[in-house]
């Protein structure tokens, strides 16, 4: 941890050497790296990132290096638990916290709708794919109504979570295969005959071959 205050693009430098070489990178590897991405990057140009003889980063290069490190794009900038505070702007000190906040949020919570609705979109859609999973494991789940109960709670919030972003003008997250049902009214309530055609749904997909390997949110890797 240092007390220096710095700006983000003095925190990108240093978060760059200090990525790379925990990881045992050399300049030259960690250039290969970015190059497979589409950066085109070479050991001279990480060398001046690296001791911030470049006074500006783009996002693409922001992007791309938080992909190559695996770690999200704002600790590059804003290194929570390793600086107490940044120089946010030119003359504006503020905890590294308070500007890593700051780029999810911003000063106007309402004005982070899309990013709030989304996160609480993928905790509801993992919290509804357990408790589906649960109970189609169950050879009575329509006798188990505390079972059936939680699941249709599960999916009822997932539901509204979906329509409070349409209503906001936004696109939902699009649903994964197991989970298209969610905007199928006729599943609304989980009846003796709508668990069986899930079942059935999920065997098949079991029966089908698995897909390759993927990066960000099932983008594919080169």
Same mark, same amino acid.
């Given at each position: 941890?240092? /007390?220096?205050?710095?700006?983000?693009?003095?925190?990108?430098?240093?978060?760059?050497?200090? $990525?790379?070489?925990?990881?045992?990178?050399?300049?030259?590897? =960690?250039?290969?790296?970015?190059?497979? =991405?589409?950066?085109?990057?070479?050991?001279?140009?990480?060398? %001046?990132?690296?001791?911030?003889?470049? +006074?500006?980063?783009?996002?693409? #290069?922001?992007?791309? =290096?938080? #992909?190559?490190?695996?770690?999200?794009?704002?600790?590059?900038?804003?290194? @929570?638990?390793?600086?107490?505070?940044?120089?946010?702007?030119?003359?504006? @000190?503020?905890?590294?916290?308070?500007? +890593?906040?700051?780029?999810?949020?911003?000063? /106007?919570?309402?004005?982070?709708?899309?990013?709030?609705? $989304?996160?609480?979109?993928?905790?509801?859609?993992?919290?509804?794919?357990?408790?589906?999973?649960?109970?189609?494991?169950? /050879? /009575?789940?329509?006798?188990?109504?505390?079972?059936?109960?939680?699941?249709?709670?599960?999916?009822?919030?997932?539901?509204?979570?979906? +329509?409070?972003?349409?209503?906001?003008? =936004?696109?939902?997250? #699009?649903?994964? %295969?197991?989970?298209?049902? @969610?905007?199928?009214?006729? $599943?609304?309530?989980?009846?003796?005959?709508?668990?069986?055609?899930?079942?059935?749904?999920?065997?098949?997909?079991?029966?089908?071959?698995?897909?390759?390997?993927?990066?960000?949110?099932?983008?594919?890797?080169?």
């Amino acid at each position: 941890m240092t /007390d220096e205050v710095l700006t983000p693009t003095r925190h990108f430098a240093q978060s760059v050497k200090r $990525y790379r070489t925990t990881r045992g990178w050399t300049q030259p590897q =960690l250039a290969e790296r970015c190059q497979r =991405l589409g950066l085109d990057w070479d050991r001279s140009i990480i060398a %001046n990132v690296e001791a911030a003889r470049r +006074a500006s980063v783009t996002v693409q #290069e922001l992007l791309t =290096l938080a #992909e190559v490190f695996e770690v999200p794009p704002v600790l590059l900038i804003f290194p @929570v638990g390793l600086s107490q505070e940044t120089e946010f702007l030119p003359g504006l @000190v503020v905890s590294t916290w308070t500007g +890593a906040r700051w780029v999810f949020y911003g000063d /106007d919570p309402a004005g982070a709708a899309p990013i709030t609705l $989304y996160a609480q979109h993928t905790e509801q859609a993992e919290h509804y794919t357990v408790a589906l999973h649960d109970m189609l494991a169950e /050879d /009575d789940a329509l006798e188990d109504s505390e079972l059936r109960r939680r699941t249709e709670d599960a999916m009822q919030k997932l539901r509204t979570t979906r +329509a409070e972003i349409r209503r906001h003008g =936004l696109i939902p997250p #699009e649903l994964p %295969n197991d989970l298209q049902h @969610v905007d199928d009214r006729r $599943y609304e309530r989980l009846t003796r005959e709508r668990i069986a055609e899930l079942r059935t749904a999920a065997r098949r997909r079991r029966q089908k071959p698995a897909g390759g390997s993927s990066g960000i949110d099932g983008g594919t890797r080169p």
